[in-house]
């Protein structure tokens, strides 16, 4: 699969931010792009538009299968849509830890297992899996974002070692603050209100949250470097895409002892021990 040949792309949550971004930039470059939204009647700019919710296997299945009926293949899945929860884990009902882990892991989950039998079959595919730097730093209050996250590194990890011998390629693009609607989509739990003993806390942390993304990089940026993903034999298990500053800070976890790792992103979040 040469990098200069045509590819039938499908980008997940392609309404707005990253996915967007993807789907508007590879289809400039002359893919054939597929994107996504769950919502009915949604256009999407130099590419198709399907209706599709991660949440939903038949969901999954029609618009996978829609794709396959239309372009005969399906060279390369960018497992974008999700979106962030917000809450101290103490105020986090189950049901709510749930839906974060439905889209995010089990979303991507679902997209995995509907595109990989016609990938395995034709011997070649790439699948880019958006994790996040909180996919490798769990971050106060983004507890069950993180954690999603988290699952998703481990998941791939694995996947990328199983499908290798087929000839198709997994990766993980972890960016860091991205400028996007993901600031206004965020979900906050419902006991996260003036009733929750963290709320001081939660408050501060998410104002440095919300300010770091309004100023993050743009998305794309992101879709830059998927690009640049699209064009590698063998892409690298996971690569960081953001300001450096926040790629290095992030690095440091592998060297630094850890709880001197943990007191840097607790000050940086307001955070001190009791
Ligand atoms: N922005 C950042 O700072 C940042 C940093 C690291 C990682 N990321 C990751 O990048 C990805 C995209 O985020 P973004 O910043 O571009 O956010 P965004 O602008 O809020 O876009 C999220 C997209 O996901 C879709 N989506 C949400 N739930 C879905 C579901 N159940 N089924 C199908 N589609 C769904 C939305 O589409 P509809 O609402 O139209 O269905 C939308 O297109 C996420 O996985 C996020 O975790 C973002």
Do not use: W
């Not at 009733?195 to 309004?214: D, N, P, T, V, W």
């Not at 926040?246 to 955070?271: H, I, N, W």
């Amino acid at each position: 699969m040469p990098s200069t040949e045509a590819k039938v792309v499908l980008v997940t949550g392609a309404s707005s931010g990253i996915g967007q971004a993807c789907a508007r930039l590879l289809s400039a470059r002359g893919h054939t792009v597929y994107g996504t939204s769950r919502k009915p009647g949604t256009t999407l700019e130099g590419g198709r538009m399907l209706e599709l919710d991660v949440t939903r296997d038949e969901s999954v299945r029609r618009a996978v299968d829609t794709v396959l009926a239309e372009s005969g293949r399906i060279d390369v899945v960018v497992n974008n849509a999700g979106f962030a929860l917000a809450g101290a884990i103490e105020d986090t009902s189950l049901e709510e830890a749930q839906r974060q882990f439905d889209t995010n892991f089990f979303g991507v989950l679902r997209v995995c297992k509907a595109v990989l039998p016609d990938m395995r079959a034709r011997g070649s595919g790439l699948i880019i899996q958006v994790s996040s730097l909180g996919g490798v730093v769990g971050l106060p209050f983004q507890g069950l974002y993180s954690a999603s996250k988290f699952a998703l590194e481990g998941l791939t990890e694995s996947l990328r070692q199983e499908v290798a011998p087929f000839g198709v390629r997994v990766t993980l693009l972890q960016p860091g603050d991205v400028r996007t609607p993901i600031t206004d989509n965020r979900v906050r739990v419902r006991q996260a209100g003036p009733g929750s003993s963290y709320q001081e806390y939660f408050e501060a942390a998410l104002g440095i949250i919300e300010k770091e993304e309004r100023a993050g990089v743009t998305p794309e940026a992101v879709a830059e470097q998927v690009l640049a993903l699209m064009g590698r034999r063998v892409p690298e298990v996971r690569s960081t895409v953001g300001h450096l500053s926040q790629r290095v800070l992030t690095a440091t976890k592998a060297f630094l002892p850890s709880k001197t790792f943990e007191k840097m992103v607790m000050s940086y979040y307001g955070l001190t021990r009791g």
